[in-house]
Every structure is written in C-alpha cells, then in structure tokens.
C-alpha cells in the first residue's frame, strides 16, 4: 500500500480511540492488516534487492533524493487527506480533535518508516519487525491500473465509511 492509504486507514483506527498513544499503537497495527491485501505500491529507485527480502537495501544516492520527494509527498498527502476526511476544515478544537487522527496515521506509516531503518542498522527489534513486515505483505501485488489503484481507494473508503458508522 502506498502512505497515503496507510495515513487514511490509521487516522480512521485513531478517530475511534481518543487517546494518542493507543491511536499510534492501533495505526501501527492496521499497517499489517491492509498489507494483507493484494495492492498496488510505486518501486523505489535506490532500493536493492538481494538474495533474499531480509537482504534487501536502500542506496543513499541521487535516486535515494527522489524516492524521498516521492514518498515525502504521498505521506503529506496522506496527513492532509486524513484531516480532511475527518477532521474537515472546522477550525473548532482542532488540535485536540486532530491528534488521535495524526497519532493513527503516524502509526499507519511508522513500519515503513522503519524498513528503511532495519536497512541501516539490521539489529534487534528491528529484526522481527521486517520479518513481520514481509510475512504480512501480500503473495500478489497488483499492477498500479486499474485493480492495483481500485483496491487502495476501497480499502480507504471502507475504513472511512466504518469510522463513520461507529461515530
């Protein structure tokens, strides 16, 4: 899934927990819920695939530049996204309604975030977590258009309609 689609999904998950800390937490966890799901998501330019996905790696490079921009933008899109989805343009407590929505999609792309750390470091828990990361991911990705694209905008609006259902 691309970050956006992670942003949208966690900030749904943080709009039925007002508590911050638990939003990030039940964000984090609703990354590996919808990674199960056949999806479309962009290659990375400066990642290299080795002999295996625990050997894989990103180069820090000019390609690495641009995969940043790209992903630096669909997750700001994705933030921007899950207020607006949720939070509106109503400026009426907007911080204190806004943080379990920004806490939720935090933690819906925290794991990712994080793969690029194991990269890096390869240590502990690091380790368990891009183990987990690369069980949860589904057998088959889907080409971008049109299943790939269809089944992160239903994913998004199922976890939009069932927020909505709830509150």
Not at 55 to 73: H, P
Request: no cysteine; charged share 15%; aromatic share 8%.
């Amino acid at each position: 899934m691309i970050l956006g689609t992670h942003a949208i999904v966690g900030a749904a998950v943080g709009r039925l927990i007002p508590n911050p800390l638990g939003a990030i937490v039940a964000g984090f966890i609703s990354h590996f819920a919808i990674d199960a799901i056949p999806h479309w998501q962009y290659n990375l330019a400066s990642m290299v695939h080795r002999d295996g996905p625990m050997e894989d790696d990103m180069v820090i490079n000019r390609k690495f530049a641009g995969d940043l921009a790209r992903t630096g933008l669909d997750f700001a899109l994705g933030m921007v996204l899950s207020l607006l989805l949720f939070q509106g343009t109503s400026l009426d407590n907007l911080v204190y309604n806004s943080l379990p929505l920004l806490a939720g999609a935090v933690g819906g792309v925290l794991p990712d975030a994080l793969q690029f750390v194991y990269f890096k470091i390869r240590r502990e828990p690091l380790t368990t977590l891009q183990k987990l990361h690369n069980w949860a991911h589904a057998g088959k990705n889907l080409d971008a258009f049109p299943y790939g694209i269809a089944s992160q905008l239903i994913v998004a609006a199922i976890a939009v309609v069932i927020s909505r259902l709830i509150l």
